[in-house]
Structure formats: structure tokens, C-alpha cells
């Protein structure tokens, strides 16, 4: 593959924006390749190279690149009329109607413009619902670009993860292994009176994808009902992906009492959103104290491309058939494996999907079997990853160096490191599948 233009474009970067990028993990190296455009479950470079994409922005693209008739007439029509105004619009409603409607948890919602920005004013609204300062995290989790969870470090032993967060705000953020039951039962003895909330995502989908295993989110359920601590699901990731329109709680039959969204609610446009139940998200200014505002929250053209993106799903057969192509990636890898590399382990459910790099004897010798990765029932459970550090754990090096340069010169674009998920979109196809499939055997 030829990457000339990509390579002068990233110079070019690389003298007027930091590592030549505006989010920090497109900056592959030795340089990323430049997208021109997108095109239905593909990305043609600058070059002109095709890749079948499994990235899809980092999860939102649902449709894919090519947006059905009436999503792009929505976001047209809106775009049209001026981009936005300051002044509330009825597009607004009708997302905030079709997002209670569906989500089991979600009473009533609040819009901003990143899944950062909605995790940022969730812990603000947890705080100022209970008067307390403390949140629980999970080692792994992520929760966007903010300094209450921007962590390193165990239990109370927690200190910043970046350069400039001030280490009081680590002092107020409580971690804990995904999945051990032990360990957040011992922070609730200790710290139950102080911890306004747990914050989770039902499913780790930026480290590796990993599942709680059977009773977890029940047990923090409880014990956050016991305290009077709030549980808060970051669905940004899994919200309209992971059990279609009622979202990871749904599926799994918890409710949270807060639920932050980004990503797909939007249609490809930046976006957040605030759910819960009316009498923790009226707390949020004007109806209550605590201080929510942005001028830029509910654009009515994300408003449209969202609230077309989930009609359209939910009128046609989206999740399906995402979901399928889902089952046929991770049981058509796991034969791959099977045969290939038997200590790799592919994870994931509904449209996501990742193989993990897990070394020999780790977890056992085998990966899960397609279909059933990270069920309880499946006989090779006890050999998927349960927590952050099983991730972190695995060959996560010579993924990178060498099995996504591989997959990329073989046209087939995915998370350029180990962590975050694959995705899959209504437009990608049974070819698409076959050509990836291909790929991950030569590269493998
Ligand atoms: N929470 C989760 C679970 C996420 O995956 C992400 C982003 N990948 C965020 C929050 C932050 O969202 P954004 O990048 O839109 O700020």
C-alpha cells in the first residue's frame, strides 16, 4: 500500500497540533493514515486505500458510513435551518421521549456534547444528590478525559493518572478490581458512609471487553441500596449497542440510578446525555442545585441524527443483523485461534468483538467458544479475562507492533492497540466478514 499523502499530512500535523492528532490514540506510528471518506462498512485513505472498518469512530457509527435515506434528510433539513440557536427545539423532546421510553433506568435525560462531558456532570449530580464526596471506579474502566477518574492505584491508595490533576481529586476516588466481589464489598465497610456512587460500565469495552461475571452488578445494586449510594452505568459505550434499544441494563435487568450515554445516541455528531430517574437528574440546574449547563447541548443537528439513527434501528432489523455479523466474527475467529494460536482468546457480544493476546497458561490453554464468550455457561469460562489486569497482562506489545500493521496492509482497519473494541455496523456485509476473516488468519 502506497501512504504518501497520509505521511506528509501527519508531518503537516505533527507542526500545529499536538503528536499530529485531536484525540490521542489515532496517533499510530510511525504515522496514522488520513482518512478522505467513509463508505458504507469501509474507509478510503488519502492514498486511496480501502479498509473494511471496524473502528466506526470508536463505536458510534451504528449505520455505518452510509446513512439511510431519512438520517441524512434529518440531518440536512436541520442543517439548513441554521446550526443551532440557544434556544430549546422540538427534535430535543422527541430524543429525550424516545431515549425514556426505551431505557429501562431512564426516566428523564439531559443532552451534552461529549460521553466525557456526561460522566463529568454524573459524579457532579451523585455528589450533590447525596451530599457525598466519595466514588467507586473500576480498575480498566473508562470514563472519559476527567480528573475524578483519571486514576492509578488500589482502593484508597489512588493517586492521579495524568499530569495536572491536583491529588485531592484522586483522594476522593475509591478503585476496585472489575468482577471482585470481595474487593468492593470491603470498600463499602470501610467507606460506605462517604461513597456518593459507583460508577461502572456494565461491560469494560476500552480494555479488552470483559463481562461481569454472574451476580457482580446485582452485588453492587445492593450494596450501593445499603449505603445510600448511587449506581451509576456508563453506557457510553454499550448504549444502543449492547441489547439494542434497552441498552447493557436492559439485558441485563439492572437499574442504575443514573445512566450516562454518548456515541450512538448522537448519529455520528458530538454527543452525551445524562439519564436516570426524574428525581436525581431534576437535581441538575434549572430544576434543582446542581450547577449543568453548555451552550452548545442539544444541538439540534446531533439531535436529529440521533433520534433518526435509533428510528431507523428500531424499524428496521439493525440489531439483528449486527449482532449476527458479530456472532459470525467471533465464532469465525475462535476456529482461527483454534487452529493458530490456541493461548489467544477472542471476547466480546452483541456488535463488539477483540481478540486478546492472553499469554500460555494464563487463563488455561483455550479461548472461549464462539457464541457463548464470556458466559458463564460456556465450558472455557474460567479462561476469558475478568478484569483490567488479565488485559493488561497479555501480549498487548506485539499486538501492536505487529499483528495491526499486518491487519492494516491487509485492509482491514481495527483499534490500532489491544484495549479498545471492535464494532460493527449495519453496513458492513457477509464479504466484509469473509475479507476480515482472511486477514486475521494471515495475520495470526
Ligand atoms: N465513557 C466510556 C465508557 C467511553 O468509552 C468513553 C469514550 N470512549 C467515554 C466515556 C468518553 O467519551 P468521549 O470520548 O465522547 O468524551
Known amino acids: 500500500m502506497n501512504h504518501e499523502q497520509s505521511r506528509d499530512l501527519y508531518d503537516r500535523a505533527l507542526s500545529v497540533m499536538p503528536g499530529g ?90 443532552f451534552v456534547n461529549s460521553g466525557t462531558e456526561a460522566t463529568v456532570s454524573a459524579v457532579r449530580l451523585a455528589r450533590g444528590y447525596t451530599g457525598r464526596d466519595k466514588i467507586v471506579v473500576m480498575q480498566g474502566g473508562y470514563h472519559g478525559a476527567q480528573e475524578s477518574t483519571l486514576v ?17 481529586f484522586a483522594e476522593h476516588t475509591l478503585t476496585v478490581p472489575f468482577n471482585d466481589t470481595e474487593a468492593v464489598e470491603r470498600v463499602f465497610e470501610e467507606h460506605g458512609e462517604d461513597i456518593a456512587a459507583v460508577l461502572t460500565e456494565p461491560i469494560l469495552g476500552n480494555y479488552g471487553i470483559v463481562h461481569p461475571v454472574e451476580g457482580y452488578h446485582e452485588q453492587l445494586r445492593q450494596l450501593c ?47 452525551g446525555a445524562i439519564g436516570g430517574k426524574s428525581e436525581i437528574i431534576e437535581q441538575f440546574t434549572p430544576a434543582g442545585e446542581v450547577f449543568q449547563s453548555g451552550t452548545f447541548s442539544g444541538h439540534p443537528v446531533t439531535m436529529a441524527a440521533g433520534l433518526e439513527t435509533l428510528r431507523y434501528a428500531a424499524e428496521n432489523d439493525v440489531y439483528d443483523h449486527v449482532n449476527e455479523l458479530g456472532e459470525r466474527m467471533r465464532s469465525g475467529i475462535a476456529d482461527i485461534l483454534e487452529d493458530q494460536a490456541p493461548q489467544y482468546t477472542v471476547v466480546g457480544t452483541d456488535s463488539m468483538f477483540k481478540v486478546i493476546f492472553t499469554r500460555e497458561g494464563e487463563f488455561g490453554e483455550g479461548h472461549c467458544e464462539a457464541g457463548c464468550t464470556q458466559n458463564p455457561t460456556c465450558p472455557r469460562y474460567e479462561h476469558c479475562p475478568k478484569n483490567g489486569m488479565d488485559v493488561k497482562q497479555a501480549e498487548t506489545e506485539r499486538w501492536e507492533r505487529l499483528f495491526w500493521p499486518a491487519m492494516k496492509e491487509q485492509g482491514v482497519f481495527l483499534t490500532p492497540n489491544q484495549f479498545e473494541s471492535q464494532f460493527l455496523s449495519a453496513a458492513h456485509t457477509d464479504t466484509d466478514i469473509e475479507t476480515a476473516l482472511e486477514a486475521y488468519k494471515d495475520a495470526l
Open 152 to 168: 492509578e492505584g488500589h482502593g484508597e491508595h489512588t493517586h492521579p493518572s495524568s499530569p495536572g490533576i491536583p491529588e485531592s
Open 21 to 110: 492528532v485531536n484525540s490521542s490514540v489515532r496517533a499510530i506510528q510511525p504515522y496514522p493514515f488520513f482518512v478522505q471518506k467513509g463508505d458504507g462498512g469501509h474507509v478510503v485513505d488519502a492514498d486511496g486505500n480501502r479498509y473494511v472498518d471496524f473502528v466506526m469512530g470508536y463505536g458510534p457509527l451504528l449505520l455505518g458510513h452510509d446513512l439511510p435515506e431519512q438520517v441524512q434528510a434529518a440531518i440536512q433539513q436541520r442543517a439548513s435551518e441554521g446550526p443551532m440557536y440557544g434556544a430549546p427545539t422540538e427534535v430535543e423532546v422527541e430524543l429525550a421521549e424516545f431515549v425514556t421510553r426505551h431505557v429501562p433506568g431512564v426516566e428523564m435525560v439531559r
Open 225 to 271: 441500596d445499603e449505603h445510600g449510594s448511587l449506581l451509576i452505568f456508563d453506557e457510553v459505550i454499550t448504549g444502543f449497542r449492547v441489547g439494542g434499544l434497552q441498552c447493557a441494563q436492559g439485558k441485563f435487568g439492572i437499574d442504575p440510578d443514573i445512566t450516562t450515554f454518548g456515541k450512538i445516541v448522537g448519529g455520528g455528531f458530538p454527543v
